[in-house]
């Protein structure tokens, strides 16, 4: 009985996965497939002869809008936007989350709570303020000013992370470093670092899935030359043209999914574990 009820586990688990997979095969298969072959078949039906144009064109020639430059600088955009932004995201995070836990301070409590509360902030709630305050500084509608935005709404996550992985660490290992003259960069770089792989693999990947993949920011934010991916892939997929090119659509789509789909697949096994790493304690 057991065996069976195993297989029966297992089975469910395939057809979940074929169910969650079914839209990612199909994006797959029309963007290799020339519109002859999209007219002819069905969404289902494996292409007769492969055919990379689809991706070419996407890449470089598509029209988004009035511009037929394909997808390629709206690309190159998210890439300058997101590598700053993960890794300042990142580094503060990891800086409030050992303030927070190793040295406590007079409403540190307090002050993690408000900070968790910016959490639970919906995005369109701070689109007014962080709109005004971007031109106040003078970086609206630019990259820097994308970087801004992603920074500041993702260190409440961050935080949190990093917070709860180091409540876990215990606290005789910082104050035995005290005593031997050890100080806050020293035991953070020496000590802390060293020992927070496993969280700082979670927040990069959490980080960078969030800000590749967000649309109102970059809607909202950008213009002209500081588009990211997200905002150029809608403004590919709702141009209108005389034919209505499905393998073109489809393969911006995945051009544009490519990074993430990457990330999840070589580093999913360390998100994993990093979540379950500081899961004890906190």
Known sequence: MPKFWRGALYAALLVAALYYLLPLYVMVVTSLKTMDQIRAGNLLSLPTSISF??????????????????????????????IPAVLISTTLGALNGYVLSKWRFRGSELTFALILFGVFIPFQVVLLPMAQTLGWFGIANSIAGLVTVHVIYGLASTTLFFRNYYVSIPDELIKAARLDGAGFWRIFLRIIIPMSTPIIMVVLIWQF??????????????????????????????????????????????????????????????FVRGLTAGAVKG
Request: hydrophobic share 45%; net charge negative; proline share 3%.
């Open 53 to 82: 144009e689809a991706w070419g064109k996407a890449w470089s020639s598509a029209c988004t809008g009035v511009d037929c430059g394909g997808l390629q600088p709206f690309f190159w955009n998210s890439v300058r936007m997101v």
């Open 209 to 270: 899935t969030q800000i590749w993949n967000d649309f109102l920011f970059g809607v909202v934010f950008s213009a002209g030359d500081s588009k990211p991916i997200t905002v150029g892939l809608n403004n590919l997929a709702n141009t209108s043209t005389s034919v209505k090119e499905y393998n073109v659509d489809m393969s911006a789509a995945l051009i544009a999914a490519l990074p993430t789909i990457l990330v999840y697949v070589f580093a999913g096994k360390y």
